[in-house]
């Protein structure tokens, strides 16, 4: 008994021992995923990857090993058009997959890569969460076109550009499109800025004297015989068949001062640049003091004010109620109306209401550089290029500003703002670089700055602050044509703008993005554009009487 006992007793301890010493089978795995996405060893935060080389390694780790099988159906590798073939080989027991494609992916181009939820684990548990990849590809760095001059550069540029405003110019008014897709819809604004682009062609040769003559004479005999006017000024839009005037918005339905000066610093160029007997030249001249000397500034002043106002309505009066202060586009305004022969504006309303008696002054520092005037940042670009198309601003102070200080400090902020990139978008750069208000893939147009950024680049921001950036100006237009010549160089120049970090390229051309790149690059060449407005005896006396010096004056 005592024997079956022990022997009892060792029996039970071999089998505790036994027992001890097996392991318990491994349940089986409960999940399958992603624990890392590596494309070239570099992850981001997010599953979209930008600047993307074109023979990408791209490395996928997962929660265990994979099963072989599963990855043609469980992995698709997609381009805008078509698959992408790629060769798959694993690492790290087969927990890692490495996929290359065959053949080198395509620049600037948006491919997606997709791991499904059929994809597997050798254990066959599918994959959970499916996971999707967006890459977009870098830049090709290859040129596009033939190597140029910078000055055959500039040729091409100028003259490709004017194509907008000459074969796509209205065909009876003559008077600029707002944009390529505008019908009969004609700009005020626009329309000076395609004089003075007519101008800038007839000094390159691209036309002749007399076809920019027969030209322009039929845009301001339309401006004079078939156009409202509201006490001098015209609307921001005109039919360009009728003249009619079509409202901006509901009140917007009459006179804007801002649009109308810049037709007439357009106009006064004109009226300089044609200074022969020649009967139709004299003819010319006439009707442009006609419409010059018709505008009522002091009307505008909504009751005596010392401030102009942007619009009126005949129905709406100034509800619109508007001010034109600095610092922005606008100060063209007060130039031509202390200049006028007819009505001219006192000093006091030049000093409280354009330079607010000195409150527009900024003096802080951005990027390194001091900023006279105007907003934090500069605000978009196109502040340093409307008014400035005339009026030279070389030399140019008054008890607020040096004026060329303040367009230098504000290209060159906008541009260290884009060689920073801050907001880290794709294709931002030293060459690359110009915010400006334009078309938008977001918002369908938006006054792009520094303080509104949204990835949307502007040829006109860089190429018409050539005179201020001359350097990072060249850079970018060579950047523009040579490398993105096959994206954004269309039939009327530049397209109006573009978004890399979206692979978004504007259809469009708009008149005051295209006009400001010929007249800039011409100041730039040859000061022409300055050279005739600043020669207009009364924007001499006008300018000098609300306190500007210049040795142009």
């Not at 707002?178 to 003075?196: A, I, K, L, P, Y």
Request: hydrophobic share 40%; with cysteine; glycine share 8%.
């Amino acid at each position: 008994m005592k024997k079956y006992l022990l022997l009892l007793m060792c029996t039970c301890v071999f089998a505790a021992c036994n027992k001890s010493n097996t392991p318990d089978p491994a349940p089986p795995p409960s999940a399958f995923h992603i624990n890392s996405f590596k494309i070239n060893e570099q992850t981001t935060g997010s599953n979209s990857f930008t600047n993307v080389a074109f023979n990408p390694v791209i490395k996928v780790s997962f929660s265990a090993p994979v099963d072989h099988a599963s990855v043609n159906g469980g992995v698709t590798f997609q381009s805008p058009v078509a698959g992408v073939p790629y060769n798959v080989s694993y690492a790290n027991n087969d927990s890692t997959i490495v996929l290359q494609p065959t053949t080198a992916l395509l620049a600037l181009t948006k491919y997606t890569l997709v791991f499904s939820g059929t994809l597997q684990s050798s254990q066959k548990i599918n994959l959970s969460p499916a996971f999707a990849a967006t890459i977009i590809t870098g830049i090709d760095s290859t040129d596009k076109f033939p190597q140029l001059t910078d000055n055959q550069l500039l040729d091409l540029v100028q003259k490709q550009t004017f194509t907008y405003f000459w074969d796509f110019g209205h065909p009876v008014s003559g008077m600029a499109r707002e944009r390529n897709t505008s019908g009969d819809v004609v700009t005020t604004g626009g329309t000076g800025f395609s004089v003075m682009g007519i101008i800038a062609a007839m000094n390159r040769n691209f036309i002749t004297r007399g076809q920019g003559l027969a030209r322009i004479n039929t845009i301001v005999n339309f401006l004079k015989n078939n156009c409202t006017r509201y006490h001098g000024a015209f609307p921001h839009w005109i039919n360009g068949t009728t003249g009619i005037t079509i409202p901006f918005s509901t009140k917007d339905d009459g006179a804007d001062l801002v649009e109308t000066s810049y037709l007439m610093q357009g106009l006064l160029c004109a009226r300089q640049y044609f200074s022969t007997a020649d009967p139709v030249e004299t003819s010319l001249r006439t009707n442009i003091n006609i419409l010059w000397n018709g505008i009522e500034w002091n009307w505008f002043r909504q009751g005596g004010q010392n401030i102009l106002y942007w619009h009126w309505s005949p129905n709406y009066n100034f509800q619109i109620n508007a001010q034109i202060r600095g610092w922005d586009e606008a100060l063209i305004v007060y130039a031509l109306a202390a200049s006028s022969n007819t009505d001219s504006i006192p000093r006091i309303v030049y000093d409280n209401g354009w330079a607010g008696n000195g409150s527009e002054k900024n003096g802080g520092t951005y990027f390194g550089i001091q900023l006279p005037l105007g907003p934090s940042n500069g605000g978009p670009l196109f502040f340093a290029h409307y008014s400035f198309l005339g009026i030279n601003p070389h030399n140019l102070t008054d008890q607020y500003a040096d004026y060329f200080a303040q367009n230098v400090a504000h290209s060159l902020i906008n541009y260290n703002y884009c060689k920073a990139n801050p907001a880290g978008y794709f294709g931002y750069s030293y060459l690359c670089w110009g915010l400006t208000a334009s078309d938008d893939d977001l918002h369908g147009y938006a006054a792009h700055e520094p303080n509104n950024d949204d990835g949307v680049i502007s040829p006109t921001a860089a190429i018409s602050s050539l005179p201020y950036t001359p350097t990072e100006s060249m850079n970018a237009l060579r950047f523009f044509y040579f490398k993105l010549g096959d994206k954004i160089w269309k039939q009327y120049g530049f397209v109006d703008a573009f978004c890399l970090s979206r692979l978004w390229y504007a259809d469009s051309f708009l008149a005051i993005d295209q006009g400001p790149q010929i007249v800039m690059i011409e100041n730039y060449r040859s000061s022409l554009l300055w050279n005739l407005f600043m020669s207009c005896p009364e924007i001499k006396r006008g300018m000098k009487h609300i306190g500007f010096q210049s040795p142009n004056l």
